[in-house]
C-alpha cells in the first residue's frame, strides 16, 4: 500500500488510523493565524477522475486525511500506479485493469461511489459494494444509478454488491429531481468520454463540482456551465495527464472561523476561500464576529470580542446556502450565544448526532424532525464525550473551547477523515489542545 513519505506516514499511523482522545481546557481565547488545508471534497473525485486518464497526474495541496488514503487505495486496486510526498500525490493510470473494487475499502467511506462513472468511462465496467460513509443519514444512490444507466450502464444488484457495464456510454440529458453533488460528479465522470452530448439539469453547483470540472477541462474534456447548474459536456475520444494545484477547504476555513467564535479572540485565516464562503460570513458577522477580508492575499481576519449572539433562524441548503457540513460547528457556537436559534438542517435527515453529547455539557436544545430549537446559555461544562461522525467530532472540539474545564473527545479517527490534524492547527491559534493515543 503506498503511504506519503516518512512524516506523514508517521502522522497517519499516530493520529489517523488508531483512536486517541482530544483534550481541550476551555475558554482560552484563540489569536495567531493559521493555513488551510487543501478540500477533501474536491480533491476525492479529482483523484477518481484520474482513473480516466492513461498517464500521469500529480495534485499539489492535496490534504494527508484518512479519506485520500482510502481513494488511493481504490486507485492501485484497479491497476493505478501512487506515489504521496507530503501533500503531493501522483497518479499514473496507465494500466487501469481491474473493475472490481474491495468492499474493505469501499465501504470507508461514501465517496467510492463515485468510482462507478470513472471506471465506467475507463472499463466500461465495475463491480463495488454499497458505499459507507458517516452516520449522518439515509445515504441513497438512486440518482447516481439513474444518471449511470441514462448513458447506457446496464445495473445489477445482489445483496449490497452492484455491477455495471456498458459498451461505450451514449450522451444523455438527465435531470436530477433534487441537487446532489455525488451524483453530479459521477455523470460527469462517466460522460466526459462517451459518445455525443450529455446535458445534467439540476447540477449540483458546490465549488468542488467546479474544481473537478476544471480538472476534467485541463484534461482535454468538453464541459461547459458548470456555475449555472445546467452543465453540458461534448464526449472526447481521450484525457491528457495534467498538473493540478487544489483549492483549500472551505468546510475546515468554515470550521476554525467557528471555532474562534466559540473561544473568543481575534485570528487569521491563511489562503482561505473567501468567495466560496459568503453565506457562512454573513451568519459570522450577524452573530457579531467582526470580519476583515483580504481578497488578493486571500486572508480573513476575524475578531471576536463580545459574547456571540444567536440570529433566530438558519437552515442549511444547497450551494450558495449555508453548507450542511458546518451546522454542526454552528450549533457548537449557538448554544453559547445569546438569545434563541432555530436551526433547520435540509439536507440530511440524521445530522443532529452530537445534540445529546452537547446537552450532556449543558446546552439547552429542543430537537424536532429535522430542526432544533437552541436556547444559548452562558456556559457549558466540561465533558467526556463522543465523535460519531466527521463534522460532528470537529463541532464537539469546538464546544470544549468554549466550555469551563476540560473536554475529553474520543473516536477522534473520524475527525482524521477530513481534517489534516485539528489539534495543530488549533493550537497554532492558541488553543489548549492535545492529543493522546489510547
Ligand atoms: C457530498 O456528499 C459531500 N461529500 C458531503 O460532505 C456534503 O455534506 C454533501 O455533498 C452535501 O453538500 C463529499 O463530497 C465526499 P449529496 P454527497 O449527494 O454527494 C440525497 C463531509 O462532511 N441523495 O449532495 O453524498 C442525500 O441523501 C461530507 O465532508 C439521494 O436521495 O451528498 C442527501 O439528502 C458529509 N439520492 C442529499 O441528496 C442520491 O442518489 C444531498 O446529498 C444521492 C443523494
Redesign the pocket.
Known sequence: MTLPDDHAKDYIEKYMTQDAIIKVQGKYPLQGSVRIQGS???T??VLAACLLIPGKCVIHNCPIIT?VMYMLRLLEYAGCIVTWKGNQVTVDACNVKEFRLPGEYVKK???S??LMGALLGRLHEVGIDYPG??V????????????LEALGAKISMEGNYIHASSGKLQGAKIAFP????????NVLLASVMARGETRIQNA?K?P?IAALCSFLRLAGADIVGEETGQITIHGVEELHPVEFDMMPDR?VAGTYLFAAMAAGGEICIKEAPIMHLTQVLHVLENMGGELKLRQESQEIELRVKERTKNLSYIETN??PGF???LQSPLLSVAVVSEGKLLLKER???G?FKIVEELRRMGADITEYSNSVLIRGSSCLEGRNVIAR???GGAALVIAGLAASGITMVTDTRYIS??YEDIVRDLRTLGAHISINKI
Not at 136 to 147: A, K, N, S, Y
Open positions: 477533501k471534497n474536491a476525492l473525485p479519506d467511506m461514501r465517496s461511489v463515485i460513509g458517516c449522518i443519514g439515509e445515504r441513497p444512490i438512486d440518482q447516481h444509478l439513474r444518471g433534487s441537487s446532489s453533488v455525488g451524483a453530479t460528479q449540483a458546490e468542488e468546510i444547497v450551494y453548507p450542511t457540513d439536507i440530511f435527515s445530522r461522525e466527521l463534522r477523515r477530513g
